[in-house]
C-alpha cells in the first residue's frame, strides 16, 4: 500500500465519518520545520485533512465537539466569524454504526449563548429506541439530562397550535 495513512484516513470516512469529522478538526497547520520532516504519505494525509477542514463555508465562527456515552458529534456555527444564526450538525452513535445530520436557523438575534444547551440536548441523543415512549415518559427523559422545562405564557410562533392545521401531514 503506497499511502497507508491516507488509505486509514479515506476508510474512516466510510466506517464512521463523525470520527473523521471530529479527526479533520483537530487537524493543525504544521509550522515549516514539521512539514519537512513529513515523508510522502504523512504529507498527502495532512494535505487532504487540511483541504478538507478548508472547504467548509459553515463553522466559521465556532465548532463544538463533544462525546457522550452513548453519542459522539460536532456542530459547525456560522457561516462567518460574527453569524451564530446557522448550525449544521452531525451525531452518530459511539460505534459510529448510526449517523444523523441537522441544520438550524435561527430567526432572531439570540444574546445568550446556546452551546452548553446544545450540547445538553445532543448528548441526552440516543439510537436505540425499543419503543416510543409517551409524552410523559418523554418529559421525564428530559428532565433528567438537565433541560429544564419552561411554559410558554404565549404561543411561540415557531410551533403550531394543536388548533391550527399543521404543515405536515400526519405519519403515524
Not at 458529534?73 to 448550525?87: A, E, M, T, Y
Not at 446544545?118 to 448528548?123: E, G, N, R
Not at 416510543?132 to 405564557?153: F, M, N
Amino acid at each position: 500500500m503506497e499511502y497507508p495513512k491516507l488509505s486509514r484516513q479515506t476508510e474512516l470516512m466510510y466506517v464512521d465519518p463523525v470520527q473523521a469529522e471530529i479527526d479533520i478538526e483537530y487537524t493543525l497547520y504544521p509550522n515549516f520545520w514539521q512539514v519537512l520532516a513529513l515523508n510522502r504519505d504523512a504529507f498527502t494525509a495532512l494535505k487532504t485533512r487540511l483541504m478538507h477542514k478548508a472547504v467548509y463555508q459553515r463553522g466559521q465562527n465556532k465548532v463544538l465537539l463533544y462525546k457522550s456515552d452513548q453519542t459522539k458529534g460536532l456542530v459547525r456555527i456560522g457561516d462567518f466569524p460574527d453569524d451564530p444564526s446557522v448550525l449544521s450538525g452531525m451525531i452518530a452513535s459511539v460505534q459510529g454504526d448510526c449517523l444523523v445530520g441537522f441544520h438550524l436557523y435561527r430567526k432572531h438575534k439570540v444574546e445568550q449563548a446556546v452551546d452548553e444547551l446544545l450540547v445538553t440536548i445532543l448528548s441526552s441523543f440516543s439510537f436505540a429506541v425499543d419503543e416510543i415512549p409517551d409524552q410523559a415518559q418523554l418529559i421525564d427523559l428530559i428532565a433528567a439530562t438537565g433541560v429544564k422545562h419552561r411554559k410558554h405564557s404565549q404561543q411561540d410562533e415557531s410551533v403550531p397550535s394543536e388548533a391550527a392545521p399543521s404543515a405536515y401531514p400526519d405519519v403515524r
